[in-house]
C-alpha cells in the first residue's frame, strides 16, 4: 500500500503532452485579411459611403476647378489647391475629408468583435488554427487596408481630374506631397478605426459602439475646442495681462488641442499642402530673422514640419489598438 501511494505521488512523465500554444500565433492571419475585406467591400454599407465620398470628391473639385484655371501660370504649385482651395457651398477637399473619414473608419469597424459574438460565430472562429491574435489584427488590417484602397482611389480620381481638367501634369513634388497627404488621412483613419475596435470589444452590443464611437468623434469636433479653451485658461491664467502670460496661455492651448486628433490632421494637411506654411504655433520677430517672407519650404523642410503631427496619428492608431487588443485577450469566450 505504501509502495503504491508512492508511486500515485510520482510527477507525470515527461513526454506528457504539454498545454500551450503550438505554432505561429499569426496562423490564418491573411485567411482573416481577406475574408474580411470581401465582407468589407462588398456590403451595402461600405458601397453607400464609396458612393458618398466619391460625389463629395467630384463636387468639390469641380467647384473649384474654375477659379484654379486662372492662375496656373502663377502658382507653383496648382494641383495640390485642389484639395486646399474651397469655393462656397463647398468647404475645401480636405474639409471634406476631416468629415468623413472618422464616419468611414467607425462604420467599418464597430461592429468588428462584437458582430461575432452577435452571430454566435467567436468560438467557431476560435475553433479553428485561428489565434485571438491573427483574428484581431487581421480584422483591423482588413479595414485599414479597405480604408487605403477607398482613399487611394479617391485621391487617384482627383489627380485624373486636374489632368483634364488643367490640361498638364503634376510636377515630382506635387506629387509626393499629395502622397504623404494620403498617409497622413490613413492613418487619420487608422485612429478612428482602432478606437471603433475598442468599442466593439467593450460593448456587447454594436449599436452601443456605434453611438460610443459617434460620441466621441462629436466630443473632438465640435466641444473640444471650448474645452481647449477653459482650461487653458485655468492651467495658464493672464493675472496681470503682460505679453508673457498671454504668450504662455496661448501656447497650453495649443499643446492641449494637440490631444485631438482632428487637430494633428488639419496641421499635418496644412504644412504638407501648403509650401508657404513655416510654422504652426506662435511666430515671435526674432524666429522670423533671416526669413525670406513668401517664399515656399522645400519638400523636406514640410515633412520635417509635419513629421511630429503624423507621428502623433501612427503613435495614437498603435496605442488604440494595442488597448482593443489586450481587452480581447482578457474576454472570455464561451461556445
Known amino acids: 500500500m505504501a509502495q503504491s501511494l508512492e508511486l500515485s505521488s510520482q510527477p507525470a512523465p515527461s513526454d506528457a503532452p504539454a498545454r500551450g500554444r503550438k505554432g505561429s500565433p499569426w496562423t490564418g492571419l491573411w485567411a482573416v485579411v481577406g475574408k474580411e475585406m470581401a465582407d468589407h467591400l462588398s456590403s451595402v454599407r461600405m458601397q453607400i459611403l464609396e458612393v458618398l465620398i466619391l460625389l463629395t470628391a467630384v463636387g468639390a473639385v469641380y467647384a473649384v476647378m474654375q477659379n484654379v484655371r486662372q492662375t496656373v501660370s502663377q502658382d507653383p504649385f496648382i494641383f495640390l489647391r485642389l484639395f486646399t482651395t474651397a469655393r462656397d457651398p463647398f468647404p475645401a477637399f480636405v474639409g471634406f475629408l476631416s468629415f468623413l473619414v472618422p464616419l468611414i473608419a467607425i ?4 461592429d ?4 461575432e459574438f452577435s452571430r454566435r460565430t467567436m468560438s467557431r472562429v476560435l475553433a479553428q488554427p485561428i489565434y485571438r491574435d491573427a483574428l484581431l ?5 482588413a479595414g485599414l487596408f479597405t ?14 481630374m486636374g489632368i483634364l481638367g488643367l490640361g498638364l501634369p ?31 470589444t467593450v460593448f456587447r452590443q454594436p449599436a452601443t459602439a456605434a453611438l460610443a464611437g459617434l460620441s466621441v468623434w462629436l466630443f473632438f469636433t465640435i466641444f473640444w475646442g471650448m474645452v481647449t479653451s477653459l482650461l487653458a485658461r485655468t492651467l495658464s491664467p493672464v493675472t496681470y495681462g503682460l505679453p ?4 504662455r496661455q496661448l501656447q497650453t492651448e495649443q499643446a492641449i488641442s494637440r490631444l485631438s486628433p482632428n487637430t494633428l490632421y488639419v496641421e499635418a494637411t496644412l504644412g504638407i499642402l501648403n509650401p508657404a506654411v513655416r510654422s504652426f504655433g506662435i511666430l515671435l520677430p526674432s524666429q522670423l530673422e533671416g526669413a525670406v517672407m513668401g517664399a515656399p519650404l522645400p519638400l523636406a523642410q514640410s515633412a520635417l514640419l509635419m ?4 507621428t502623433g496619428l501612427i503613435a495614437a492608431t498603435i496605442l488604440l489598438f494595442a488597448l482593443a487588443y489586450v481587452l480581447f485577450q482578457r474576454q472570455e ?3
Open 107 to 110: 462604420a467599418i469597424s464597430f
Open 112 to 115: 468588428a468583435i462584437n458582430g
Open 137 to 141: 489584427l487581421g480584422k483591423f488590417l
Open 147 to 160: 480604408l487605403s484602397l477607398v482613399l487611394t482611389a479617391i485621391w487617384l480620381l482627383i489627380m485624373g
Open 170 to 200: 503634376p510636377n515630382g513634388e506635387e506629387v509626393a506631397r499629395s502622397l504623404i497627404f494620403l498617409v497622413a488621412t490613413i492613418f487619420y483613419g487608422g485612429i478612428w478605426l482602432a478606437l471603433g475596435m475598442v468599442f466593439s
Open 244 to 247: 508673457e502670460e498671454i504668450l
Open 307 to 310: 513629421w511630429p503631427q503624423l
Open 333 to 335: 469566450i464561451r461556445a
